[in-house]
């Protein structure tokens, strides 16, 4: 129906950006969304679901103040809104050095202004969620990709 007619759409603009951008890029939905959308644009990676993110930041909640990283966090993209990221131990520094050296990457979600995007990279985040991409977007178009 209508969700898979605007995934198409998606797919169709982002299939217009380079691949290198596009490897950057993470689409949080059902199956059936990220399917119609990698399909059409190649290299764009599915988001995390909502219960592996929770099954991971519970198992790091437990057990992350001893230096365990767990594995339901290894080897994928996590993500968690703002407003909880204080639960994390180690944040930002030590959690996101030990999630990259377990192949995780971490985008913080609820990304609502300008000034929670700075924060956000001054964090070192690997990438942001907002429902603001007209806030958002321009001062993220204007910031240095690393």
Do not use: K
Not at 25 to 35: C, E, H, T
């Amino acid at each position: 129906g209508g969700n898979l007619e605007v995934a198409a759409r998606v797919g169709r603009v982002l299939a217009e950006l380079p691949a290198q951008r596009r490897g950057r890029l993470a689409i949080f939905g059902r199956a059936s969304v990220y399917a119609v959308i990698s399909e059409a644009a190649p290299g764009v990676q599915p988001f995390v679901r909502r219960a592996e993110m929770r099954q991971c930041a519970v198992d790091y909640l437990l057990l992350g103040w001893t230096g365990w990283f767990p594995e339901s966090c290894r080897n994928r993209p996590l993500g968690l809104p703002r407003r909880y990221r204080h639960l994390l131990w180690g944040y930002p520094h030590v959690f996101l050095e030990r999630a990259r050296r377990h192949g995780a990457t971490f985008y913080l979600g609820d990304v609502e202004t300008v000034e929670q995007y700075r924060a956000a990279l001054r964090d070192g985040v690997d990438g942001i969620v907002t429902d603001h991409v007209e806030i958002v977007g321009p001062a993220a178009a204007a910031s240095p990709r690393p």
